[in-house]
């Protein structure tokens, strides 16, 4: 089965991924705490979320979540707060100090990374975003063709989202790992920490505030 107008298709997608936003935000984070192993879990986790929108915008679940004000400002709320917590949690690690003094070298950043942690963050952080709901539901419908099963092309174009998407964001947390050197460095990892959850407070914030 292929794509209605391909091409377009693949630039907004490709687009789409090299925005910066949260899930940027949260591979940049979670690579530094745990090198690329974490990084790239996460990514999987948050691609893995594609597939959750791609199925709501085809049966017509997402629809009901925009027309519901309850349903809608529910889960604007809880991706809220979620975010606000991973935020706190970053602040909380760059108030201390003596326990990031030397970041983990390469054999023992696995010491911090555990699977289902990263896994679980990526995949909440984009399933409770309702702008990417919105995202799908203005995106999608543009390239499915009404002849073809809508569930079938848009798990597809999930996946061609899915590959673009891992593919750019484990290249930045191999970049980071690269930073290796500068990242164990106790004072740039305070401010990288306090940094990114301020960061992930504000969205948190502003997406509690949208209306």
């Known amino acids: 089965m292929l794509i209605v107008n391909f091409w377009p298709c693949l630039l907004a997608l490709t687009l789409l991924t090299l925005t910066p936003g949260v899930d940027t935000l949260l591979v940049i984070r979670n690579s530094a705490r745990g090198g690329w192993k974490d990084g790239f879990a996460s990514s999987l986790g948050i691609c893995s979320g594609l597939f ?18 309850l349903a809608c ?7 809220a707060g979620y975010l606000v917590w991973l935020g706190v949690c970053s602040l909380r690690s760059a108030a201390a100090p003596q326990k990031l003094a030397i ?4 054999a023992g950043s696995s010491a911090k990374f555990r699977l289902q942690r990263s896994l ?17 539901m203005a995106f999608l419908p543009q390239f499915i063709d009404p002849a073809g099963s809508a569930l079938q092309q848009s798990l597809l174009l999930a996946a061609l989202h899915f590959c673009l998407a891992m593919v750019y964001q484990c290249a930045l947390a191999l970049l980071v790992q690269q930073a290796g050197q500068w990242m164990r460095n106790s004072r740039l990892r305070r401010y990288l920490d306090g940094l990114t959850g301020s960061v992930l407070v504000l969205l948190g914030l502003r997406l509690a505030l949208d209306k």
């Open 120 to 136: 679980r963050e990526g995949f909440l952080s984009n399933v409770l975003n309702p702008k990417t709901i919105i995202f799908y």
């Open 73 to 79: 400002n529910l889960l604007k709320f809880i991706g």
């Open 103 to 106: 970041l983990p070298t390469a």
């Open 52 to 69: 959750v929108h791609a199925a709501l915008s085809a049966v017509g679940i997402s629809v009901i979540l925009l027309q519901s004000a």
